[in-house]
């Protein structure tokens, strides 16, 4: 295989600002019969690791890709796997890359579980027994344990694998009730937080945050409980010294749409305060909408002030990331979408389309029959608190065009002592924007993914399976699958299939 690797910089004009932007790309050709997007896990300043499974006649293979920042190839080799398994997900902890592997055909085999030295390649392969059969939707590995997140019959449950002795155990204090597996997170210490999303006996949706111990035992259960009139729908935990945690969430009326953020601040014996911030009260939330109709919104928001009452807006929020940054500075991204439907032709069967996990009927209309066709993103959230859970600031980003048929995040934030830094990836184009605190640095910048060649051609369709993520320093990269053509081409032919990545660098 030949890898090309192109230096390309430019100078990108944005609406407030000018920002000198470099790319430099790589390209991987596939193969015939590859249709699968290379994964990628950043490696900050050590690189960057490529993986992927090929399928086989008699064995499957993971290629494993390490480069370094410049591209050049640092090792790369395949392992063999058998022929029953599928990936499921990687991650790095430590000097290695972790890969998680399943039967595709028996629920009840075990997980195999590989970690891969990111020094030489050199793995070592573990089998993880399962004890139950359950769909797995979260990975995390600490210096003492494996830990897979997932659902058996729509509830939640953590199994829990000790590397030092090899043995399983789900861990203690799940409940048989439906819910929402909303973090596994763990810190320095091995120490463990769980936070699920369920009805309590009140059958209002309350938060459970359970704390283990690195040999995951439990040590504290918190059953973080909202006002009469609300319900807690989502949570994510910081850990803070001394045993504090900082919890941060959407809440609403109901459970499917949110009306606003919350943030509680827990004490080590568990005792805790919920602050609650309506959509209402951001300064910068409606800032997505056109100008005019932004204008009305104000309007009325302030007409029910006067009056003493407060508008209830009601969003569907998925909460991306809760980090801290800086001295007790908090930050929370959140995206808002809604479902969107349209009428397509007659030629298409009636039945039921699937989505996030729930099978929704087609609906007949004499129009024909209304299906759903995707999730439409509006805008992006970021809002700062400080350690006692008081709103600092708030902002928000635009976000165009973008619809899926799996939610995902998009945008991806990048925190620094005095500005935060938006990006997302859309039809091979990076928009980006700098904010501080409420405030604009840069507004909305568009840049292309470049080729590294004037004569490539790419359409609109010719980028697909994108991704875009922090690397290090000021830098990002992007990635995907392009068929890239040849300009002034009659035949319209495909030249190249490559799989793509470019490093970006804003200065």
Known sequence: MRIKIFFIA???????????????????PLRANQNEAYKTIPLGGEGIFLYTLFYGPEENAIEAIRLDTTFTNVWRGFISVKKNLFLITALRFGDDIFILLKDRFN??????????SLENGNYVSRLVKTLIAFQPTQFLVTKESILIGGYF?????????????????????????????????ADDDGNIDIVVS???????????????????????????????DKNLIYGRSVGQPGGNQIVCGVYGRYTEYSRGVFVANIDPYGEYAIKYYNYADLNRFFNYMKAKREKRVRERIERRK??????????????????????NQ???????FYPHYSYPSRSVPYGSTYMGGRTNSLMNSSRGDLVFDGYQYTHAVVIGFDKDGNLSWDNSFEINDVR?????????????KNKVSLFYLFDNVVRSKV?????????????????????????????QQTKLDYWYGHTFYASGIQHIRKKNDQTGAVRRRVFFINKIAYK
Do not use: C
């Open 330 to 336: 908090f930050l929370m991204l959140g995206e808002a």
């Open 107 to 116: 629920p009840l085999a075990e997980f195999t579980v590989m970690s891969v």
């Open 435 to 463: 904010i501080q605190g409420s405030e604009v640095v840069e507004g909305k910048a568009y840049d292309q993914i470049n080729t590294g060649s004037e004569d490539d051609l790419v359409k609109e369709r010719d980028t």
């Open 10 to 28: 430019f100078v990108l004009l944005s609406v407030t600002a000018f920002a000198q932007v470099r790319q430099v790309r790589f390209e991987l």
């Open 153 to 185: 019959n729509y509830r939640p449950l953590v199994l829990f694998y000790s590397i030092l002795s090899g043995q399983s155990k789900i861990l203690p204090g799940f409940f048989n009730d439906i819910g929402e597996l909303d973090q596994v997170r």
């Open 404 to 416: 899926t048929m799996n939610l995902e995040q998009f945008v991806k934030v990048h925190p620094e």
């Open 306 to 327: 006067v009056k003493g009452k407060k508008m209830k807006f009601n969003y569907r929020l998925m909460v991306d990331e809760f980090l801290q940054y800086g001295d």
């Open 198 to 228: 369920a009805r309590s006996v009140t059958r209002r949706r309350s938060l459970w945050i359970r704390n283990y111990d690195k040999n995951g035992d439990l040590s504290k259960t918190i059953l973080l409980q909202p006002d009469d």
